[in-house]
């Protein structure tokens, strides 16, 4: 059974960092392009960041620039999040778009994991 599995969540100041990882189960990593999605209370799923498998190259939502970096080795896509915002606050999960990664995130989530939350307050 092909699923992704979420960890590094939690509770943070303004201002501070955290780092998503991002493991796959039933599936190579490598080969597919992962994209970071968060929910927030009350709001749509936004994607967040999106990093091909066949050069690296990675897309972000206009929020997170300059502030989220999105990363991948063989076996694990990051996600470091700088400068944490209070509008951060939700839950983060990778997903694997079917048709790759866009600028506007688009695409379906062919596989996508249970997430991990991420709140940001003082």
């Known amino acids: 059974q092909m699923q992704l599995v979420e960890s590094g969540g939690g509770l943070v100041q303004p201002g501070g960092s955290l780092r998503l990882s991002c493991s796959a189960y039933g599936f190579p990593l490598a080969y597919y392009p992962i994209g970071w999605y968060r929910r927030a209370p009350g709001k749509d799923r936004e994607g967040v960041a999106c990093i091909s498998s066949r050069d690296g190259s990675t897309n972000y939502a206009d929020s997170v620039k300059g502030r989220f970096t999105i990363s991948r080795d063989a076996k694990t896509v990051y996600l470091v999040m700088n400068s944490l915002k209070p509008g951060d606050t939700g839950v983060y999960y990778c997903?694997?778009?079917?048709?790759?990664?866009?600028?506007?995130?688009?695409?379906?989530?062919?596989?996508w994991g249970q997430g991990t939350l991420v709140t940001v307050s003082s």
């Open positions: 997903g694997r778009p079917t048709r790759g990664c866009d600028p506007a995130f688009s695409s379906e989530l062919e596989v």
